[in-house]
């Protein structure tokens, strides 16, 4: 575990550092260093392909890394920094391309933890990707990042992350869609309509940002083909890579039946037990609520969705260590509650389900 001072020194010394953030722990690595960005792909195993946020703490310091801001940019900048919130934006030439790779564009936020802007204010822009090995979930704690790259990793200790779930990740440029890459064919482009597209829900939700603009998700029709019109080139690399999912089989419990199939080698997530017990109590001849409150291995948010949040990458983890053969995740879908997390959230379990 190291210091402030101490993982600053690392840092401008050209190493690599876990570091906190209100999202999930970042692998950091100052960005004009190229050997300590190439360590964090060789670290993390990612692809070389698959382009760095840059975590920056002011606006001066985004101004080193991004070409000036549009209005409705600016606007949401001022709203949502320091947030979950990533935006893509054209980069300055002096941007290495190990960071963005070779694409045109730079993914950048300021992120809302006290210790990492603190640390960011002393460094400069930080590159960071999840600290986590690609393929495994993104690590919320320090123990997380520890179970990836070993005990003794050097790791600046934030505590857990508030929000344990990546940043929302969106574009204001829709043009991008057609020039973020070389090679594209005219023919195959289908630039949005939107002011406002989502690569990847977080936090920060498509109501929030609606007050800006209209927001559309991204979807696999948008993107781009290469000149031979067969190999799609994606906006955000990242959407093709596989993300999140545990070893163990993850399903929703949709229905209180499902509880049956639940054995000990299962790990349960629940946003909110008291509402499935009422739904056993409805339903003659399933589960009854005692069993319910007996049963295995049971992890209980209490109707809170900040704590089903924290806890979702954290199950899976606990499911690899402990070898659960299955987690049940309570269909959130289902749930009358609304919340800004909602749709980061399904996202998630839906790509751990499929795992993709
Ligand atoms: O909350 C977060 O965003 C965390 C913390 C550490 O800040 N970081 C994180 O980084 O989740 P990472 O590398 O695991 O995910 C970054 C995503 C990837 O899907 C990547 O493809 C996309 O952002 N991305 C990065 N640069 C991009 C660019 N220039 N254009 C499009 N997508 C980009
Ligand atoms: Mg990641």
Redesign the pocket.
């Known amino acids: 575990m190291l210091g402030i001072k101490e993982a600053v020194e690392r840092l401008r010394s050209g190493g690599v550092v876990a570091i906190p ?1 209100e ?4 692998l950091a690595a100052e960005v004009t260093n190229l050997q300590a960005i190439q360590e964090i792909f060789f670290l993390k195993r990612r692809p070389s392909d ?4 840059v ?1 920056v703490s002011s606006l001066k310091q985004l101004s080193e890394i991004s070409k000036p801001l549009t209005e409705l940019e600016l606007s949401i900048i001022n709203k949502f920094w320091p947030g ?1 919130l ?1 935006l ?1 934006l054209p980069r300055k030439k002096k941007v290495l391309d190990a960071v ?2 070779g ?1 045109e ?3 950048v ?1 300021m ?1 809302l933890h006290s210790l990492c802007l603190d640390l960011l204010q002393r460094t400069g822009p930080l590159v ?4 986590n090995l690609s393929g495994t979930p ?1 690590p919320t704690k320090k123990e997380h990042v520890q179970n990836d790259f070993g005990p003794s990793f050097p790791i600046l200790d934030g505590g857990a992350c508030s929000i344990g779930l ?2 929302t ?1 969106i ?1 204001c440029r829709t043009s991008h869609l057609s020039t ?1 890459r070389k090679n594209v064919s005219a023919n195959s482009k289908t630039p949005s309509q939107s002011d406002i597209i989502i ?2 829900p ?1 936090a920060i939700s498509e109501k929030q940002l609606s007050e800006f603009g209209t927001v559309e998700y991204y979807s696999a029709s948008q993107a781009e083909h290469d000149s031979a019109g067969s190999i799609p080139i994606l ?5 093709k890579y596989r993300h999140y999912a545990p070893k163990a089989r993850v399903e929703w419990l949709s229905s209180i039946d499902r509880l049956r199939e639940v054995t000990e080698t299962s790990i349960v997530l629940l946003l909110d037990k008291t509402q499935l017990v009422d739904q056993a109590q409805a339903v003659e001849g399933t589960i009854s609520s005692q069993e319910l409150a007996q049963s295995f291995n049971l992890v209980d948010c209490e109707g809170s969705w900040e704590r089903f949040g924290q806890l979702l990458y954290d199950t899976f983890r606990v499911a690899d260590i402990e070898n659960y053969t299955h987690v049940f995740v309570q269909d959130i879908r289902l749930s009358t509650a609304t919340s800004s997390l909602k749709d980061a959230l399904t996202n998630r379990i839906e790509k751990a389900i499929s795992g993709q």
């Open positions: 953030t999202t999930v722990y970042g698959n382009p760095l946020i975590h979950p990533t893509i963005t790779a694409l564009t730079v993914a936020r992120p960071a990707p999840s600290a993104s990546e940043s990740v574009s973020t690569y990847r977080g906006p955000s690399p990242g959407l």
